[in-house]
């Protein structure tokens, strides 16, 4: 479940979404059950949920504005979630108990495998900027090495 909130204003959470998730998502849920995984899995779904949400949110806090009259002229939302508690809905439904606050847009921590692909990336961009800068300095010494032959 997805909820919203003025980030200044009404500390109350609304509701915003039922979200059903994938086969990941699910097998994320699954791990909030063991001890082991529970900090992980938790970590994970908040961090994929508030990506989703921040890259669409022009759209959705323009939904924000027009479904909900108390937040038609908050300046920032803040967003949450929970996990069905299916002893509980209502409670879940309702934001009453158990509403994760999802990290803000800037906060939003990579994972190891992404910062390591963002590392790779920048290797690769200045391996290649270093091997045309090289080509460049071969093809001009090249030319200064063999000069054009004398015209008769």
Request: hydrophobic share 40%.
């Amino acid at each position: 479940m997805l909820f919203v909130r003025s980030k200044l204003g009404l500390k109350r959470w609304l509701p915003l979404n039922v979200v059903t998730g994938g086969s990941q998502a699910n097998v994320l849920v699954k791990g909030l059950e063991s001890d082991l995984t529970k900090e992980t899995s938790m970590n994970t779904l908040v961090r994929d949920i508030a990506k989703t949400i921040y890259k669409d949110k022009v759209q959705i806090e323009a939904l924000v504005r027009e479904k909900f009259a108390p937040l038609k002229f908050a300046k920032e939302f803040e967003y949450g979630m929970c996990i069905l508690n299916k002893e509980k809905p209502r409670e879940s439904l309702m934001g009453l108990s158990g509403v994760q606050l999802l990290p803000a847009e800037g906060d939003i921590v990579a994972t190891p495998v992404e910062s390591l692909a963002a590392g790779a990336a920048g290797v690769l961009d200045t391996i290649g900027t270093g091997f045309a800068n090289f080509t460049k300095s071969i093809q001009a010494s090249g030319s200064a090495l063999n000069p054009p032959p004398a015209s008769p």
